[in-house]
């Protein structure tokens, strides 16, 4: 401890803190400090910085200024007062509108001190203000959907309101490639395209199927890795529809014998945008157009959320770290992947560093790093992207998809030569992403001195925690399942899902599953003698890494998939 924290005395929240249990007193004092020097609240410093639990500092705050306390998670959004107080004053002081009654607007507030707040709000609104005590990571969580809410306004739209959603290309080299569009331009098939997208927005959807059939056509989402059909139109609109969608995204609206790749931004208001990667493909009756939904946020979500175990995360930011290797996320179309390398670039994201990626293409646009599109048709491939960065002094390179040897050389050489690389295979296992390699052509040695970590992924449905219930499994079937005696013996409750209107079949929302494989000195030395899969496999749980099934059991013990949607998602 300092000596100038030594000679703080405690008083107010810092000493009540400590008289509670919630801190040490030689904790308090730095705190104390390190919060006035930064001129940030303690308890938002605290709560940052993982040195108490911000329930707890609520509920003691709460106790020292006799203020009422309450659980964010009880209270609707949907139900706050809109548009009564700006957002400046929301995000400036972390304040959040909680009910008006009357002529008093009741205010969620993590920071019992903060009587600026409080003022500057009745002084905006003309309403008297009474703060409500609420944990620190709630609040915040709140104030960013209730603002993002306020943003998009998507509840709101009327029928009206879908004409004018402003929809632009991804590519601004194809802006005057817009020719005809006023011949499709329908209103009715305007506002039903409009709608669609915005209802798979709404729901969470990553994908969008538009696909005709000789007598009927179908729209279906996917929602949390299902496809589930949402909407039937008259085969009649098939081509309007296709035209439609070819036109938003601008491709070619009378080329209908090839594939074309597209993208479509939506603005949904000044501050929110969300883009959609597009994809035709000529059928029997008529073109089946494939849109994927490309989320920024999804990238900035942070590790904690993913579903790493602690083992796993400490593994992943330990090779994260290094300033040279090779890091490789494998598992198939749909498990997670991009999110995994964009959330690693996120952390890695620095003024310090250069960091540039290939892709085909570039899902999410980041700040801050250089990302390529490949080209094959000019000539522009992941090869020729890697040679190039090569050149640029980069510090983090990443590869979207290691698929051919000259690829696969030249990132290793890259790991070898200090610089740090991601890149993905589409392999079912840690194992069996070295043994594809070999098989590549790669030299045992290159992939021994170089791969430092790899990810194996699937994502698996996450119960609805408002409707999911206990299920009784026998103790030789759970055994039968894979989980051990010694979990048995422990105890623990499954559950399975039941249904209910917040969630779709008892489900609601995916969690990352994982199998995350440090190269020790003895699986680099199995490498080099071009030992099989299932030998590394072996090696790989002698020093305990876990594998997906496994990963897949354990969020099954957690309460926080069903053993059903284990079994989906990493049964053999």
């Known amino acids: 401890m300092s000596s100038t924290s030594n000679s703080i005395t405690l008083t107010g929240l810092a000493r009540r803190f400590v008289e509670d249990g919630l801190l040490a ?21 605290l709560v940052e910085n993982d040195l108490a639990d911000s329930k707890g500092l609520a509920y003691s705050a709460a106790m020292e ?50 009587i600026q707040a409080l003022d500057e709000i009745k002084f905006n609104t003309g309403l008297s203000t009474d703060p409500i005590l609420v944990d620190d990571q709630k609040l915040r969580n709140a104030i960013e959907r209730f603002l993002d809410s306020q943003g998009t306004s998507m509840g709101d739209l009327e029928d009206s309101d879908l004409e004018a959603i402003d929809t632009e290309s991804g ?60 909407s039937k139109p008259s085969i009649k609109l098939a081509p309007k529809i296709s035209a439609r969608v070819k036109i938003m995204s601008q491709l070619d609206i009378s080329e209908r014998r090839v594939p074309q790749d597209g993208r479509i931004k939506m603005k949904l208001s000044k501050t929110k945008a969300i883009d959609f990667r597009v994809n035709t493909l000529p059928t029997l009756w008529g073109e089946k157009i494939v849109l994927r939904i490309l989320d920024p946020s999804q990238a900035k979500l942070g590790i904690d959320v993913l579903g790493y175990e602690p083992d796993q995360k400490k593994l992943y930011l330990e090779a994260l770290e290094q300033p040279q290797g090779m890091i490789l996320v494998t598992g198939p179309t749909g498990s997670g992947k991009t999110v995994s390398l964009y959330t690693g670039l996120n952390i890695l994201n620095t ?36 040679r190039a960065f090569l050149r640029q002094d980069p ?150 890494f876990a594998n997906l099934r496994q990963s897949a059991l354990e969020k099954v013990i957690q309460g926080v998939t069903s053993l059903e949607e284990a079994n989906r998602v990493t049964k053999d």
């Open 65 to 114: 200024f006799g203020v009422s306390v309450m659980d964010l998670d009880a209270f609707s959004l949907e139900l706050l007062p809109e548009k009564l107080v700006d957002e400046k004053l929301i995000r400036k002081h972390s304040a959040l509108p909680l009910l008006k009654r009357g002529n008093r607007l009741y205010i969620a507030v993590s920071d019992p001190t903060n």
């Open 395 to 544: 510090d983090i390179i990443m590869v979207g998809e290691i698929r051919d040897l000259e690829t696969a050389n030249i990132a290793i050489k890259a790991a070898q030569t200090g610089h740090l690389v991601l890149s993905t295979l589409h392999t079912n296992s840690a194992a069996e992403t070295l043994t594809r390699m070999m098989n590549m052509g790669v030299p045992s040695f290159n992939i021994a001195t170089s791969v430092s970590l790899i990810i194996a992924q699937r994502l698996g449905r996450r119960l609805c925690n408002s409707c999911k219930e206990p299920a009784d499994v026998p103790k030789d079937v759970l055994l039968e399942e894979g989980f051990t005696e010694a979990q048995i013996e422990t105890g623990f409750t499954l559950y399975r899902p039941k249904g209910c209107d917040k969630c779709s079949g008892g489900y609601k929302g995916r969690v990352g599953i994982y199998e995350v494989v440090r190269i020790t000195d003895k699986m680099a030395n199995m490498i080099m003698e071009e030992a099989s899969s299932i030998a590394i496999a072996k090696q790989s749980q002698a020093e305990g």
């Open 171 to 230: 590519d601004p080299e194809d802006e005057e490639d817009a020719v005809g569009a006023s011949d499709i331009d329908d209103a009715p098939i305007v506002k039903y395209v409009n709608k669609l997208l915005l209802d798979a927005i709404r729901t969470g959807a990553s994908d969008i199927h538009f696909e005709p059939y000789e007598k009927v056509y179908r729209v279906r989402y996917r929602t949390d890795g299902i496809l589930q059909e949402v």
């Open 25 to 45: 007193e030689d904790i308090a004092k730095e705190a104390f400090l390190s919060a006035s020097t930064k001129r940030v609240p303690l308890i938002r410093y």
């Open 351 to 386: 003024p310090e560093r250069n960091i540039s990626t290939a892709e085909d293409p570039a899902e999410i646009n980041l700040e801050g790093i250089n990302q390529v599109n490949v080209n094959t048709k000019v000539g522009l491939g992941f090869a020729e992207a890697l």
